[in-house]
């Protein structure tokens, strides 16, 4: 499967952000996904996940409460909803994909990687 993630930009610290990921190639159903993000100089981390089935997600505690993660399988998207950003929140965001029915922070679990796109968030 391949992934396409967009959406990144320079917003304000309070402000608002959407990313997506468009899957192609591979019936999108059958992979769990995720959203990791890496700054400058730092390794990367997990921020989202969800299963397939779009019901379970998984959070990192430093974005819990601010991220939303969906995903609309008729339309091969996932999305990751970003409120009340903050100057930390910089970064290259990336999706990822697996099929093992995992949606947690363990890199080396997601066979599938997007390039990313950039968040910049202004003080």
């Known amino acids: 499967v391949q992934l396409q993630a967009s959406g990144g930009g320079l917003v304000q610290a309070g402000g608002s952000l959407r990313l997506s990921c468009v899957a192609s190639?591979?019936?999108?159903?059958?992979?769990?996904m995720a959203w990791f993000r890496q700054a400058p100089g730092k390794e990367r981390e997990f921020v989202a996940g969800?299963?397939?089935?779009?019901?379970?997600?998984n959070y990192a505690d430093s974005v819990r409460g601010r991220f939303t993660i969906s995903r609309d399988n008729g339309k091969n998207t996932m999305y990751l909803q970003m409120n009340s950003l903050k100057p930390e929140d910089t970064a290259v965001y990336h999706c990822?994909?697996?099929?093992?029915?995992?949606?947690?922070?363990?890199?080396?679990?997601?066979?599938?990687w997007g390039q990313g796109t950039l968040v910049t968030v202004s003080s």
């Open positions: 190639g591979r019936t999108f159903s059958n992979y769990d």
């Open positions: 990822a994909a697996n099929e093992e029915f995992y949606a947690g922070p363990r890199t080396w679990k997601y066979d599938y």
């Open positions: 969800i299963i397939r089935n779009g019901i379970n997600t």
